[in-house]
C-alpha cells in the first residue's frame, strides 16, 4: 500500500529522475544569504540544482513549470530536532531519543532509527522542511549520542548522512544528568581521554569500548561536536577546549547569551545553531536572552542558524521559517537587532548545512546541491504563505499528510449519509 | 491582630455584597445571615490606572475588534477609555496626536490561557506553582495565590505580544485543578494589583492523559479516561449536595452549613458565577463533558485546547460552549494527534464561538502571528475570513469568554482604552507592537526604553532593560 502511494507520488510527478526541470517565472530564494530574486530561474536535473538566478536559461527539452506570481525558494533544513524518532513528544513508547537505561552514550547512532513514514516528517515536509539534523538526547552521560542529517522524502532512504555529529550538554541541562558542570567536565575529559587510547585500553576507563571509539573521530577533528550551552561563561568554556584539543570541530546550540560573547565565538571559528527567538530567563543560565542574539551574533561574524530550541516544539519543525520571519521584522524596531531577508532565510537554509560542513551538498540552490526546492504561493517567511510543490532530491513529493486528509473529512464536521469512518 | 484583620476582611465581605437574595420573613433576622460564601471577595483587586493623556491617532488602519474596518481612520483615547474612532474625529485642544500613517489599530490582546506567573520564568522549582497535584480535585486552591507578579514574562507578552490582559489558570494535572484569575497586564507589587477589576473566576478543569497519568502513577483514581469522569461526577454530586444545604440555610435560616472552600468553588459554578474553563482535546471526551454538565446542571464556557474542536464544532455551537485552541500545535501527545490547522477557520464557519490561546511563555508573545496562520489555513480550505473578523479571535471573543466583554476586548466607545499601535499589518510576520495602551496609560513604547517594564527579578542581571 505505503509502495503504492510512494508510485503514485512519482507518477504525479511525471518525472523519470533523468529529467531536467525548470521552474520559472517566480521570486528565486537561493537561501546562501543572497536576496530574492524577482522572475528567476531554477533547473534541477539529476537530483541536482543545476542553476538558479536571474539570467538562467531553460534548457532545450526541459519540462517547464510554471511558478510565475510565486516562489522558488531552497528547501528548509531543520537544525535541531527529533524527526523520525518519535511519533508525538508525549508518546513515550514510540521515543528513539532518550536510551533509558542504556550503558552507552556516544555510541549511539539515531540514524538506525529513523521511520520516513512518521508523520511529522510527512507535516514538515508538506510545509517545506526537506531535511533535518536528528538529535539524540542525553542521558547518563555528557555524550548524547551521534546525530543524523535527513531527508523527508517519502522513500525508503532517509538517511542524508548517518553519524553527522557527536552532541554534547554542557550546561544546566548536562550538569542535570551528571550532578555538576565541574562533574561534566571530569567526564568528558575522561572519555575524550579514553577516544585518544583507542578505544579505551586503559584499564580504569569509565566508558564502554564502544563509546570511546566513537568519540575518536571527535578528537581527530573528523567529526563535529555539537555542544548545547546557553550561559556567556558555559560558552567561553567549551570554546577553551580547543586548547586541549586542538582539533575539535566545535558547533555550539542554543547560546542565548551568545551576543555577550560574540566576538570570541566568531574569533573561534565556531558555528552556532542558536535558540530562534527566546527572550526570557526560562533559566538562570539564559538571564541575558534576547530576541537580537542572533542579529548580534551575525554582526559580529558568526556563522549562525536557527532552531527551535528553547521555544515550543508542539508544531513540529514548519514555523522555522515563521521564526527567520521574526528576524527581519525585529529589524524595524528601535534598538533591536534582526536580519535582512537574505540573511534570516539562510538561517533556516544555508546556515545549518554551513555548521556542519554541507553547504556544499545541501541547503542552497546554488549549482551542485541536491535539488531541495519549494514553491511557495508567497513570501516563504510570511503567515500567509504556504508550500505549493515541493522537491526533493530532486524528487517531487506529496503534498497530503494524515492533517489534510483529516481537514478533508471534517471540513464539514457533520456526518453524511454514513460516518465518519467511510468518507475519504 | 490576624483574628481582628481576618474579621474585619469578613465584614468588608459582607459590607460589598450588596446582591444577596431577599429572605423570607420567617427566616433568622437578615442582619445575622451568613451570606454564601461563594458570592465573598476575600482577595479584592486592588488595580489602577495609570494616568494618561488624550491622545488621538491618525491616519491608521483600524480593526475595532468586534469585526469592523475602518481603513484611513482615527482614534481617540480620553479618561482611560475609548471616547470615540471612525474617519474623523474631533479631539480636545492639547490631546497628543500620533501619525498612525502604514500603521494599524487594534483591542490589545487577550490570552484566556496562560501560565505566567504560576510556572515563571525562570523556571526553576521554587517557582514551579502550578499545579497542587496531590489529589485529584483541588476546587479550593486559588491561582491568584501562585501569581508571581515579578515574572519578566508579563514584559515580553506585552512588548512583543500587544497582551493587555489574561487569564492564569492552574494547571491541568488535576481534574479540578483550582480557580483562575484575570490579570491586567500592568506590574504591580501583589498580584491583587493586577487582577481586572470585577472579572468573574473561573474554574480550570481538566480531561483526559493528564489528570489520569498523574495519578495513576501515584497508584490511586483516576488512572482512566472513565476514572476522570467517575472522580468528576462524584465531586459535583457533593457540590450538588453542598449547595442545596447553603440554599435551604438562605430560605430556611438556622445554623449556616460548615464551610468547605472546595465546594465554595463548585458552588459558584453551579450559581453561575464561576465560570468553566476546561482543559479537554478530544471530541469523544468533550460530548462526555457536556453530558456531564447537563447532569449537574452546570455550563462549561470553553474548551481549552480543542485540537479535535473541528470534528464537533456543531456540538459546541448547539451548547453554547467557545473553543479555545492553537493554531497549529499537534502531535506532542497522543491527544493531540488529530490537530490540524483549519481547526479555527472551520469552528468559525460553523458559528461557534472561537478564539485562540497560548498557553506558553513564548508563544504569548506572537498570538498575532498565530491567527494570522489559522486564517491563512482557512483561506488554502475555501473558508474566507477577512482580518477585521480574524481579530475577533484575539480580543472579542477571549473577552466574551472571560465575561468581560463589556468592559474590554474591542474599541467602542466607553470601553477601557486597551489598545496596541502595531507598526504595520498585525497578521504579518515582520509587524511588531509600536505603543500599547491599558486603560489609556501609555505602558509600553518601542521608542522609548523608559516605557519598557524591567521586573524586579531583572534588575541587575546580565541585559537588564535590554530589547528583549
Redesign the interface.
Known sequence: MKRLLLCAAALLSGTAFADTIAITGGTVAIGDGSQPIPNGVVVIRDGRVVAAGANVAVPTGARVVDASGKWVVAGIVAGATSEGIV?????DETYDGAAGKSVFNAAIDVSTAINPTN??IA?DRTWGVTRAFVFPEANNSVFAGQGAVIDTGADDTPVTRARAFQYAELGEDGASHIGSRPASYVMLHDALAAAKSRGGDSKDALITRADAAALLPVVDGRMPLVVHVER?SDILQVLSLKQTYPNLKLVLLGVS?GW?VAPRIAAAHVPVIAAA????????ER??????NVGRMEKAGVTVAISTVD??????Q??LR?YA??L???S?????TGLDWGAAFATVTSGPAAVLGLDGEIGSLRPGRRADVVIWDGDP??????PVAVWIDGVAQPMTSR?TR??DR??N??EGVLP?AYER | MSNKLVWLATALALAGCTQVPPRSASATSHDERVVEPWTTDPFPSTYHAYPGVPTLITNVTIYDGEGGRIDGGQILLADGKVAALGKNVNAPAGAAVIDGTGKWVTPGVIDVHSHLGVYP????KALSDGNEATAPTTPEVWAEHSVWPQD??FS?ALA?GGVTAMQILPGSANLMGGRSVVLKNVYARTTQGMKFPGAAYGLKMACG?NPKRVYGAKGREPSTRMGNIAVDRETWQRAVEYKRRWDKYEKEGGDPPARDLGMDTLAGVLDGKILVHNHCYRADEMANVIDMSKEFGYHVTAFHHGVEA?????LLKANNICAVV?????????E???????NLA?LQK?GTCAMIHSD????I??LN?EV??A???G????IMIPDEVAWEWLSYNPARALGIADRTGSLRPGKMADVVLW??NP??????PDKVWIDGALLYD??D?KRRPVSD??LG???EG???
Open positions: 511519533d508525538g513528544e508525549g508518546i508523520q511529522s507535516v556567556a547569551e555577550m527567538l527566546a527572550d526570557l530567563p526560562e533559566a538562570f538571564t541575558a536572552a534576547t530576541e537580537s521555544v515550543a516544539t508542539e508544531a513540529g514548519r514555523n515563521q520571519g521574526n527581519v521584522g525585529i524595524r524596531v528601535p534598538g533591536m517567511l510570511e503567515l500567509s504563505s504556504a492533517q483529516l481537514r471534517y471540513l464536521p457533520q465518519k | 520564568s525562570p523556571s526553576v519578566p514574562g515580553r512583543n492523559e473541528y470534528k464537533i464544532a456543531d492553537w493554531a497549529d500545535w499537534y502531535g506532542f501527545k497522543m493531540s494527534y488529530d490537530g490540524i490547522p483549519e472551520i460553523t506558553d511563555e513564548n508563544g508573545q506572537r502571528q494570522a496562520k486564517q491563512a489555513a483561506r488554502r480550505a475555501g507598526n504595520g497578521l504579518s510576520v515582520y509587524s511588531r518601542a521608542h526604553p527579578f531583572e542581571q546580565p541585559g535590554d530589547v528583549k
